[in-house]
């Protein structure tokens, strides 16, 4: 008997495998399954093709966490965050005249991934980042100057991925990475 040709829109991507084995690291991490549920979830997650074999691991496990949003907004004025501060999964920043800066190197992210949303006018703003994130600018609108970040591949693996999308006008964002 032929086989039937696949539905292209059922088959997964590497970000659909990539957030199953998450899921399932943070179950097994949480205590909800055990270690040998956790590789042969794995090797379901590994080996699927389509949405159907990526569900069948995941459909035991607890639901997911709904992400966490913020927004900080100033017409005018400074908007500072540093420190241990705690950043949410989506990360809100408005800012009309004012300058923006952004410490996150000894922030506390619970998360793989932040996205920082932007939406400047005419301040300046900068970002440290942790010093193994990798981070992600393709997405992000500039008026007047470019971003100033220099690639820098993460000293070790596992470091959160930073997302900074959003518009801005006449200001300038410089990244950096934190030194220690």
């Known amino acids: 008997m032929p086989t039937l040709p696949e539905d292209p829109s059922s088959l997964i991507s590497e970000d659909d495998r990539d957030g199953a084995t998450r899921r399932l690291q943070e179950a097994y991490a949480e205590g909800h399954i055990s270690h040998q549920a956790l590789d042969e979830g794995l ?20 639901a997911e966490k709904a992400p966490t ?14 420190g241990a501060w705690q950043v949410p999964r989506i990360l809100k920043v408005a800012s009309e005249f004012g300058k923006v800066h952004l410490d996150l190197s000894r922030a506390v992210i619970e998360y793989p991934e932040v996205d920082i949303e932007l939406q400047l006018g005419t301040g300046r703003a900068k970002i440290t980042v942790p010093r193994d994130a990798v981070v992600d600018v393709g997405d992000l609108h500039t008026g007047w100057k470019d971003v100033r970040y220099r690639f820098r591949p993460p000293s070790r693996p596992g470091g959160p991925r930073i997302r900074i999308t959003g518009a801005m ?11 220690r």
Do not use: K
């Open 43 to 62: 090797h379901q997650v590994l080996s699927a093709r389509t949405n159907s074999e990526l569900a069948a691991p995941l459909a035991s496990l607890p």
């Open 169 to 179: 006008g006449f200001g300038r964002l410089r990244i950096r990475h934190a030194r």
């Open 69 to 82: 949003t913020s927004t900080i907004a100033a017409a005018s004025g400074r908007i500072r965050r540093r």
